[in-house]
């Protein structure tokens, strides 16, 4: 069984920072692309940014200048540094890990954090 816990959520002042952390742990034989979704009240869960096993990353266009992800393999753990916060980005955000079950043939599943809240006033 994986366990994924995120932290470093909380409320902040609109143009102010935040870094979200999200580790993986358990029964893990490897992972191929980890990342961050949010969900607003009253709306669909979105893409924030996702990166991949070779380094290679993908944003949403909200938040492409001013957000950056990163993750360390060895520690299983994501991360995304969020700046110049603005009141829309308020939301739970959810960390997202795709395990990697066998290589040959290739299969993996997804599974998600609980989310962290993410308050920013204006």
């Known amino acids: 069984q994986v366990h994924v816990v995120e932290s470093g959520g909380g409320l902040v002042q609109a143009g102010e920072s935040l870094r979200l952390s999200c580790a993986a742990s358990g029964s893990i034989f490897s992972i191929n692309t980890m990342g961050w979704y949010r969900q607003a009240p009253g709306k669909q869960r979105e893409l924030v940014a996702t990166?991949?096993?070779?380094?290679?990353?993908n944003y949403a266009d909200s938040v492409k200048s001013r957000f950056s992800i990163s993750r360390d393999s060895a520690k299983n753990t994501v991360y995304l540094q969020m700046n110049s916060l603005k009141a829309e980005d308020t939301a739970v955000y959810y960390c997202y890990v795709e395990i990697v079950k066998t290589r040959v043939p290739y299969a993996s599943y997804d599974t998600w954090g609980q989310g962290t809240q993410v308050t920013v006033s204006s």
């Open positions: 990166i991949h096993s070779t380094g290679s990353t």
